[in-house]
């Protein structure tokens, strides 16, 4: 017994640990296939950042020579053998093997008397590169490369000498390529250590982790742990959580499934449970916007004859001055809707109070009657670049009193006319707004396309290809740009 309950006692922290942790609202998945697309772009970007490297004035001598190598330029980067493969537990690997380096650099030699100057064609050959970029979660919630992991050497590096003197100390060949193949060698890693430390976490700062959404609403894409990196593919959990910009602390709590992804063929796939989209559903309704109302020219003329006919007795009651004024819906909401995910699509499920009112002028609108309308919308959801919209449309609706029985029968007549009002008239005005969308964690300059949607029991799939809009040197540049406007 007392064994037990050491074990309970040692077991129970575990399983509380495990049990309070937060399911993602959005989990997005980069394949194999994602990374031979960037591979280029990488390929491109590395080149670009060696070409800039600056080696020290070189001097010395040896025996009667003097020399002095100044203006060491690089010409050519032949960095054919390169790869970028997921590192499982770290982050990413990108290789570099038997490429080469053609340089040149401007040479001052004094030989006894003698003494020539000139430019000197070099190339570094068997030239390898290993470097690991290890991805974690900041504090902020972003992805971000933590550390870098460099090694890289250079085989051996050739020199042509040519001028006055050119046969005369060839064998200096030796010497200066040894001391410049060292040199050279040390400046690879800081560089890459720059590109990725620097240049590449500023592309990252780009991701939105918490923003605004509109007016209304923000969005947090925090990270709510480190990513899963396995051969194949790396994993990101995202909180994936909207809130009302007036109460940013009062939140949906996230009861959702965690979503699962299984497949590989896809350069990306982004998984939304139902969470994500009822937790913006839930901020909009605290927000207040989830109410309308339908008067005047916006109210269909049909609709309010057969009102006005339904209701005439009791207009009448009230005030028969009341009859020729004009009458309106109101719509609320009484509930944040609910969002359904299941194989055959998704659905939205609305409770709201409808109520009718005659609204003569200069006066308080006067209340004819307070209904409930149900009503389920199908929700297709689509990609477009990395803006996630969703299109919507009425497929069940009823409506009923809450006081009796023979009320709700008075109401049949209206059942029709009120949801061709919904579809006519609501309906447009919410997919206006939806269409809009809202960006989804990806870097500025990078765009999801030939996306296909599919539907799982508690949260959808999206998988789809990458499409880079603007280089990978454009995008961190921009944001570059964009911090130094900022910053004046």
Request: include cysteine; charged fraction near 20%; hydrophobic fraction near 45%.
């Amino acid at each position: 017994m007392a064994s037990s309950m050491v074990y309970f006692l040692i077991l129970f922290p575990l399983i509380a640990i495990m049990s309070a942790a937060e399911p993602p609202g959005c989990r997005i998945r980069f394949t194999n296939r994602g990374l031979a697309m960037l591979k280029y772009e990488t390929q491109k970007f590395v080149a670009e950042e060696l070409s800039n490297i600056t080696m020290p004035e070189m001097k010395g001598n040896e025996g009667r020579f003097q020399y002095t190598i100044r203006e060491v330029k690089i010409h050519e980067l032949n960095l054919t053998h390169a790869d970028l493969a997921f590192q499982p537990g770290l982050g990413l690997l990108f290789e570099i093997q038997n490429s080469s380096i053609s340089l040149s650099f401007q040479r001052r030699i004094l030989y006894w008397l003698f003494y020539d100057t000139g430019y000197t064609n070099a190339s570094a050959e068997g030239v390898n590169i290993q470097t690991v970029l290890h991805m974690n979660k900041d504090e902020a919630g972003r992805l971000k490369i933590s550390n870098i992991t460099c090694d890289a050497s250079i085989a051996k590096m050739k020199m042509k000498f040519t001028g006055t003197l050119g046969r005369v100390y060839d064998f200096l060949g030796t010497f200066l390529t040894t001391g410049m193949r060292y040199v050279l060698n040390k400046q690879i890693c800081p560089v890459m250590n720059h590109a990725a430390l620097v240049s590449v976490n500023s592309l990252l700062d780009t991701i939105p982790v918490r923003t605004e959404v509109d007016n209304y609403v923000g969005i947090d894409y925090s990270l709510l742990s480190d990513p899963v990196v396995t051969s194949r593919s790396l994993d990101m959990d995202f909180r994936g959580m909207f809130f009302e910009l007036a109460n940013e602390n009062e939140t949906l709590v996230n009861y959702a499934v965690n979503p699962i992804v299984k497949e590989h063929n896809r350069m990306v796939y982004l998984a939304l449970s139902e969470y994500f989209f009822d937790s913006g559903l839930y901020s909009y309704f605290k927000a207040g916007i989830f109410q309308m109302n339908i008067a005047n020219e916006n109210m269909p003329k049909d609709l309010e004859m057969i009102l006005r006919t339904t209701y005439f007795g009791a207009i009448f009651m009230m005030n028969p001055a009341l009859v020729e004024y004009p009458i309106s819906l109101k719509l609320e909401l009484t509930s944040a809707p609910k969002t359904t995910i299941k194989t055959s699509g998704a659905t939205v499920a609305v409770t709201a109070t409808v109520t009718v009112l005659v609204c003569p002028p200069g006066a308080p609108p006067v209340q004819l009657s307070k209904m409930t309308m149900e009503a389920k919308f199908l929700a297709k959801v689509s990609m477009k670049g990395k803006r996630l919209a969703v299109l919507t449309d009425l497929r069940r609706f009823k409506i009923f009193s809450n006081q009796s029985a023979l009320e709700s029968l008075a109401l049949i007549p209206l059942q029709g006319p009120l949801k061709t009002m919904l579809q006519i008239s609501v309906v447009p005005i919410i997919n206006n707004w939806t269409k809009r969308g809202v960006s989804i964690p990806l870097a500025d300059g990078l765009d999801f396309t030939e996306e296909v949607v599919e539907y799982h029991n508690g949260y959808l799939i999206i998988g789809a290809n990458l499409h880079f809009t603007k280089s990978l040197r454009e995008m961190i540049e921009g944001k570059l740009q964009t911090e130094d406007d900022n910053a004046i």
